[in-house]
């Protein structure tokens, strides 16, 4: 026993053990949200759940079964529902999706399974996706056509038909409000900023007033034009709607604008429903979050997360290089450099939420203030870039994330042999050339894993990104069709802060809770994406510059 210890072979099967207990891990991690947050795009079966008989006669509920459970007399007590009579000690609760939230008031209600008589599928059963207040369960009692009632035999057809139309005219009308109506609105403000600089250089005669004047007349009947494209588009948008006779045998009146998708989920097959569950999870990856980020999708925060992770790569990536290169190559060893090289080291050990502080203090206060009364002093009170934004969450995050690439760069060029460096200057080399042509090359995997490892973890953070720029919700994205096209100023989402908002900040919260897995997971495979690309880079860069280095 001895010998085999002193032969170091534990070790070797510890580490093994560890790594494979680390990859079971990670892969159990990537199965249960992706397990909990991809079932919330497949269409699952609605049932109607015909209740025991009461006083006021039978009782009917529809939705989806949500969640199934166990409980003992002792749990239903505590919980306030008063336990059938009898013996029996254990009793199954179901919790069932009923949607319409603006008839019952909730999302979810609760039956126990000795109160319901009979549950059936019926394939006439119509689920419905809106804009507001959630989704929608029902039987399709009709529809109208600008005020009419839609004769035909297949409502159901012509419902599925006239969906993707409406989509098209709600599209073609958010792209008159949020583009070309922006965009003139943001020329009215450029006039406006501009004649307030006229006038406070006492520069605006009166060519210059008839020049301007003219230019807002002009913006105005664009602007009217737009105006009246709208709301011919809003009119055409609100003529037909739909009938649905609820549960509780009431028929409802929805305006096919408030409807995004409509399916039939108990009369689908396993293909249709994979076909769904795919444009589903596109919708997810493409969309608008809506309903306080409960429902919809996660591009803006997908956009958001890269764009910002782009700038802080182009930041960090520079001045951590060359930070290295200075201790490792220029410095002496000395005590400065020695506690250079400490306090880098304790830098990464920093609370986030400081680096958001100092961020907010001296990078949006100080600095965007400073910018705001040199280059904008008319857009003043109002901040333009003294506010939080996504140029200030980027160089916050560099600056959180730049130990990180220091320390991964240093270590690499202190792998570098002292005798390549050598060699290169004997053969006339300068000093610039040799860390240019030599040095630098071989340090670029070190360099390259500290950058994505720097990028995976600025994708993940939350806590500085609340300070320094990320919001809840964004009327636009940083990057547009409107001059300078990039708006560093502007806030962003972000997927991190948007899985804090959905999990804890949300009105409903366990409505939320798929799409809290679900961005999870995105993010989960975001960040080990990252990683397995930073171990490709350097391997292949190893494999590049192995043998100069032996």
């Known amino acids: 026993m001895r010998k085999w210890i002193g032969s170091g072979s534990p070790w070797i099967w510890l580490t093994a053990a560890s790594v494979a207990v680390s990859l079971l891990a990670l892969i159990g991690i990537l199965l249960l949200l992706a397990g909990q947050g991809m079932r919330y795009f497949w269409p699952s079966p609605v049932y109607l759940f015909e ?37 029996a000690q254990s009793f199954t609760r179901y919790l069932i999706k009923v949607g319409n939230r603006e008839i019952e008031g909730q999302d979810f209600r609760t039956l126990l399974a000795s109160d319901v008589r009979q549950r059936t599928t019926p394939a006439d059963l119509l689920v419905l996706e809106r804009n507001t207040n959630g989704t929608a ?77 003219a230019e807002r007349l002009e913006l105005q009947r664009q602007y009217r034009q737009l105006a009246d494209k709208l709301e011919w588009l809003n009119r055409d948008l609100e003529r037909d709607a739909l009938l ?8 409802h009146t929805i305006p096919l604008s408030q409807v995004r998708d409509a399916w039939y989920p108990n009369a689908m097959g396993s293909g249709q429903k994979l076909l769904h569950w795919a444009v589903q999870v596109h919708k997810f990856l493409t969309d608008s979050p809506r309903e306080a980020n409960t429902e919809g999708g996660v591009f803006p925060a997908i956009f958001g997360t890269v764009l910002m992770v782009i700038l802080m790569s182009i930041v960090v990536m520079p001045f951590g290089v060359i930070a290295a290169l200075y201790l490792h190559e220029y410095a002496g060893n000395n005590l ?62 560099a600056l959180l994330t730049l130990p990180v690439v220091i ?39 070190a360099m390259m894993t500290g950058l994505i490892l720097a990028v995976a973890r600025a994708a993940g953070e939350t806590a500085p990104l609340m300070l320094v720029g990320v919001v809840k919700s964004v009327p636009v994205l940083p990057v547009d069709d409107i001059f300078p096209y990039l708006h560093l100023e502007r806030k962003f989402m972000h997927l991190s802060f948007q899985i804090y908002d959905m999990a804890f900040q949300s009105p409903s919260a366990e409505a939320a809770r798929p799409l809290v897995f679900a961005t999870a997971f995105l993010l989960v495979l975001i960040v080990v994406g990252l990683n397995l690309a930073a171990m490709g880079i350097r391997h292949s860069l190893r494999e590049r510059y192995k043998i100069g280095s032996q």
Do not use: C
């Not at 649905?244 to 028929?251: E, K, S």
């Open 51 to 87: 209740l025991n008989q009461t006083a006021a006669g039978s009782v009917m509920v529809i939705g989806e079964l949500y969640q199934q459970q166990t409980l003992s007399r002792r749990q239903l007590q505590d919980s306030g529902v008063v336990p059938p009579k009898g013996e």
């Open 137 to 213: 369960y029902g039987y399709l009692a009709g529809m109208l056509e600008d005020g009419q009632p839609l004769t035909g035999s297949d409502l159901s057809q012509a419902l599925l038909q006239r969906l993707p139309q409406i989509a098209a005219l709600a599209r073609q009308a958010h792209h008159i409000q949020s583009r070309d109506m922006a965009r003139i609105n943001q020329q009215f403000e450029n006039l406006r900023l501009h004649e307030k600089s006229l006038l406070r250089d006492n520069k605006l005669d009166e060519r210059l007033q008839a020049s301007i004047r």
């Open 244 to 251: 649905l006779r609820d549960m509780h045998g009431q028929v």
């Open 336 to 397: 400065l450099t020695r506690l250079i090289r400490i306090s880098v080291v304790n830098l990464a050990g920093v609370p986030s939420i400081v680096y958001g502080v100092f961020g907010l203090g001296f990078f949006v206060y100080m600095i965007g203030g400073t910018l705001d009364q040199l280059f904008y002093p008319e857009s003043l009170p109002n901040p333009t870039f003294g506010t939080p934004g996504v140029l200030w969450a980027a160089l916050t995050l």
């Open 407 to 445: 320390v991964a760069t240093e270590e690499g060029l202190s792998r570098i042999p002292a005798t390549l460096r050598q060699g290169s200057l004997a053969l006339g080399a300068t000093r610039a050339e040799t860390l240019w042509h030599i040095v630098l090359p071989m340090a670029a995997p």
